[in-house]
């Protein structure tokens, strides 16, 4: 799904464009999926509820996100 977005802006905008939009998943990103999302390609970020609530699992995802 990701991949499509930045293909929809590609047509729509150019290629730099789609290469310089950030885009973010917006499912369930914890501390358990995050290393394996962030690994995906066309995954710029994510977008972190609960899980940042918790320091012990945000960190987690912050160091996924490190890697």
């Not at 973010?24 to 609530?53: H, M, R, T, V």
Request: aromatic share 8%; charged share 20%.
């Amino acid at each position: 799904m990701l991949a499509y977005i930045r293909s929809i802006v590609a047509e729509k905008y150019g290629q730099a464009a789609a290469e310089d939009t950030t885009i973010l998943y917006g499912g369930s990103c914890n501390a358990s999926n995050a290393g394996e999302l962030f690994a995906k390609p066309n995954i710029d970020g994510g977008l972190i509820g609960g899980a940042s609530l918790k320091p012990v699992d945000f960190k987690a995802i912050i160091d996924a996100w490190k890697k």
